[in-house]
């Protein structure tokens, strides 16, 4: 099945510190979606994104995807500890594979 | 909605012993799969199911693994024998298929079932 991609695999930020992920594919997506999973939990969807260039934000939290829909990039502005927890990017619709993830860890 | 229900959520068994994960989905989903998650593999992809039927399971480990799906609201992943390496948190999700219909796909999880397998 098609893999996607994710980079880094672990980033420790200092509360207030800004935050990026990136999810990387080979091959064209026909749309890509977001998972957040909190220490000791479960992944929680976030975001789907669809179109070429797509851009989308939830408060802190900006999603974009590439204009070639064979990449995304998450990013957290100004970091809480509520952010800590592995972010995790999906796709394609039909098998629904995830990227290794990032994991995210706050100084408070 | 009582979300994805899964059990046990925790097992601890012994190597060569038989385990049953169950696994029912949100009602009115027609897709339902099965990941394992591990810090050395990450959340893989087991197998998944479209309207009962299953459609990938290239991922299941090798024939100690069977998943099936009798009915549209339960479905079982099965481990014989068990061995260590399958030590991991095995995760349900399922999902109302629509196509790519903008903000359809979106994948529930249960809240996992944690295998120990000594």
């Known amino acids: 099945g098609q893999q996607v991609m994710q980079i880094p695999q672990y980033q420790h930020v200092q509360e207030g510190e800004d935050f990026t992920t990136y999810c990387n594919s080979s091959?064209?997506?026909?749309?890509i979606q977001w998972y957040k999973q909190r220490p000791g939990g479960h992944p929680v969807f976030l975001i789907q994104?669809?179109?070429?260039?797509e851009v989308k934000k939830q408060k802190r939290l900006t999603f974009q995807f590439g204009e070639a829909k064979k990449n995304s990039s998450l990013h957290i502005t100004a970091t809480q500890t509520t952010d800590v927890g592995t972010y995790f990017c999906?796709?394609?619709?039909?098998?629904?594979?995830f990227g290794a993830g990032t994991r995210l860890t706050v100084k408070p | 909605d009582a979300g994805v229900i899964q059990s046990p959520r925790h097992e601890v068994t012994e190597m060569g012993q038989e385990v049953t994960l169950r696994c029912k989905p949100i009602?009115?989903?027609?897709?339902l799969f099965w990941y394992r998650q591990t810090m050395m593999r990450g959340l893989e992809l087991l197998i998944y199911f479209n309207n009962n039927v299953p459609i990938d399971d290239s991922g299941m480990p090798e024939d100690r693994f069977s998943a099936k799906m009798p009915n549209a609201s339960f479905s079982t992943l099965k481990i014989q024998p068990s061995e260590p390496r399958d030590s991991a948190v095995y995760f349900c999700?399922?999902?109302?298929?629509?196509?790519?219909?903008?903000?359809?796909?979106?994948?529930?999880f249960g809240a996992g079932s944690r295998l120990t397998v000594l």
């Open positions: 091959t064209t997506l026909s749309n």
């Open positions: 994104l669809v179109k070429s260039g």
């Open positions: 999700a399922s999902r109302r298929n629509r196509g790519q219909v903008s903000g359809a796909n979106v994948l529930t």
């Open positions: 009602s009115g989903h027609n897709s």
């Open positions: 999906a796709g394609p619709p039909g098998d629904m594979r």
